[in-house]
T-cell receptor, first 113, second 112 residues
Framework: DGGITQSPKYLFRKEGQNVTLSCEQNLNHDAMYWYRQDPGQGLRLIYYSQIVNDFQKGDIAEGYSVSREKKESFPLTVTSAQKNPTAFYLC????????????FGPGTRLTVL | QQQVKQSPQSLIVQKGGISIINCAYENTAFDYFPWYQQFPGKGPALLIAIRPDVSEKKEGRFTISFNKSAKQFSLHIMDSQPGDSATYFCAAGQANAGKSTFGDGTTLTVKP
């Protein structure tokens, strides 16, 4: 089955700890994205990458970091510098570089205890 | 600066009724307008999309209407069903931007 997988589904972390969220796609898509969604809120872009070893900041990149060492993988690290990290995190990918038609993973719900 | 404004924030419709969600955009360079459907606890899924060279696109019970001069587009769900209850996001993108801009979402509840 082709698609996007995110792991884990639920993640708990203590304040002050870094945590890495996994995102893998086997759709052979060029571009990948990370969004944050808060309850009742829209999708806010954290980082995106159009090509391996290159990525750009989105609207809310502070306190987050990413890497794109392989085309199929785009992990997101939530650092201790992110002041309010509890949220639903969504990874997406798109064919080509335009990013106009995105396919989303099932999401990871991060809770800071 | 919010580039895509979506309304209403929430919508309650009776089964069999028509659900209408509206979006307005500012950037005239946008050339692709998709709608996404998201069920609770799941990722959004692409529902239907339109390009500005057409004024309407229909797929089953879902129709996008597009008004280029007004910079507005809307999603119409005909014969709304309880299974349509979800959050709907409009978005706008342009070929050379590498990303899309999303509206804030509309939570639709269809009452049986």
């Amino acid at each position: 089955d082709g698609g996007i997988t995110q792991s884990p589904k639920y993640l708990f972390r203590k304040e002050g700890q870094n945590v890495t969220l996994s995102c893998e796609q086997n759709l052979n898509h060029d571009a990948m994205y990370w969004y944050r969604q808060d309850p009742g809120q829209g999708l806010r872009l954290i980082y995106y990458s159009q090509i391996v070893n290159d990525f750009q900041k989105g609207d809310i990149a502070e306190g987050y970091s990413v890497s794109r060492e392989k085309k199929e993988s785009f992990p997101l690290t939530v650092t201790s510098a992110q002041k309010n990290p509890t949220a639903f995190y969504l990874c997406a990918s798109s064919i080509g570089l335009a990013g106009v038609e995105q396919f989303f993973g099932p999401g990871t719900r991060l809770t800071v205890l | 600066q919010q580039q895509v404004k979506q309304s209403p924030q929430s919508l309650i419709v009776q089964k069999g009724g028509i659900s209408i969600i509206n979006c307005a955009y500012e950037n005239t360079a946008f050339d692709y307008f998709p709608w996404y459907q998201q069920f609770p606890g799941k990722g959004p899924a692409l529902l239907i999309a339109i390009r500005p060279d057409v004024s309407e696109k229909k797929e089953g019970r879902f129709t996008i209407s597009f008004n280029k001069s007004a910079k507005q587009f809307s999603l119409h769900i005909m014969d709304s069903q309880p299974g349509d209850s979800a959050t709907y996001f409009c978005a706008a993108g342009q070929a050379n931007a590498g990303k899309s801009t999303f509206g804030d979402g509309t939570t639709l509840t269809v009452k049986p």
